[in-house]
């Protein structure tokens, strides 16, 4: 971790993924920053708490989703705990699955 971008923007990238709050906290300090590791993270959070969201749709619309919303919802806590990880340890790791796509998606996030 000897790298000044990372450490500039560790505590930005780790509060991204603390609560919805966090995340728009961490984008808002990141407004003047522009740091690359922070965006990175702050990419990967957007899209782990908009699966979120949908899952939450989905369980609250369906009666039918039962085990398989336990599922997605037990999948989703390992993603936000291998993202989370990657920001703690100072590593731009992309979460598994959809990493890739959430940084296409969210490229616009600086």
Known sequence: MNDPIVKDGKTIAIISYLTII???VAFIMNI???NSFASFHIRQSVGIFLLAFLI???FKFSNSFGMIGGILSIG?????IFGIAGAIQGQEKRIP???DQF????KNIR
């Open 103 to 106: 940084q296409e998606w969210f």
């Open 76 to 80: 989703l806590f390992v993603l936000w």
């Open 56 to 58: 939450n749709i989905l």
């Open 22 to 24: 966090g995340l728009l």
């Open 97 to 99: 699955l959809l990493g």
């Open 32 to 34: 003047n920053k522009q």
